[in-house]
């Protein structure tokens, strides 16, 4: 158990349907990220929160919306996805600490059809 | 922006002898150093972290040490086990950013 837990494990959707990822962390950190894992490729970065406030986009098309209620939840809705979406998305959390880990989950393995 | 680089990308290695991974950063204000281990069907897990106020730490069989002057960094486990077969990331990470930058992975095979 890592202490942050993503919802769905796996998900296929086609092109045109719309979902949502889900992200909870319980460690009391006020931070949270998403990450996009493909193969052969570095973990890029896509969003971060600090305090429910949005303080990194680095350049992810529109068709990728995050959303944090709380520090402790992070959603990623999805819509209108692409074949080359199709990727593991890692979520993960920290203190607003800048010298503290990242807490990761195990990710949701996205097929896009 | 930062930049990190991680060689090798893939590593095999006999049981019982050593593995060692070396990153390079190219942001010299960075001072913070962790690396994960990534299992099959898992995220990454933290399995040691290194601040720029020191230049070497140990845990165990797994040790870092950090070169400040030449931007280095490295990951060294001794007597490997078959466990310790994974992906391995190197990152950084400076206190004005929230980014980490994660480096490309070294995959770690350990050989019976």
């Known amino acids: 158990e890592t202490g942050v837990t993503q919802t769905p494990r796996h998900l296929v959707m086609g092109m045109t349907n719309k979902k949502s990822l889900k992200c909870e962390q319980h460690l009391g950190h006020n931070a949270m990220y998403w990450y996009k894992q493909s193969a052969k490729k570095p973990l890029e970065l896509m969003f971060v929160?600090?305090?429910?406030?949005?303080?990194e986009n680095n350049s992810v098309p529109s068709r990728f919306s995050p959303e944090c209620p709380n520090s402790s939840h992070l959603f990623l809705h999805l819509h209108t996805l692409q074949p080359e979406d199709s990727a593991l998305y890692l979520c993960?959390?920290?203190?607003?600490?800048?010298?503290?880990?990242?807490?990761f989950g195990n990710g949701t393995r996205l097929t896009v059809t | 922006g930062e930049n990190v680089e991680q060689h090798p990308s893939t590593l095999s290695v006999q049981e019982g002898d050593s593995a060692v991974i070396k990153c390079t950063y190219s942001?010299?204000?960075?001072?913070?150093f962790p690396w994960y281990k990534q299992e099959l069907g898992k995220g990454p897990q933290l399995i040691i972290d290194i601040r720029s106020n020191v230049g070497e730490k140990k845990d165990q069989r797994i040790a870092v040490t950090l070169n400040k002057t030449a931007k280095h960094f490295s990951l060294h486990i001794t007597e490997t086990q078959p466990e310790d077969s994974a992906v391995y990331f190197c990152?950084?990470?400076?206190?004005?950013?929230?980014?980490?930058?994660f480096g490309s992975g070294t995959r770690l095979s350990i050989r019976p």
């Open positions: 942001d010299s204000a960075s001072n913070y």
């Open positions: 990152a950084a990470c400076h206190s004005s950013a929230s980014k980490i930058i």
């Open positions: 993960a959390s920290r203190l607003d600490d800048r010298n503290s880990p990242l807490h």
């Open positions: 929160y600090n305090f429910k406030e949005q303080t």
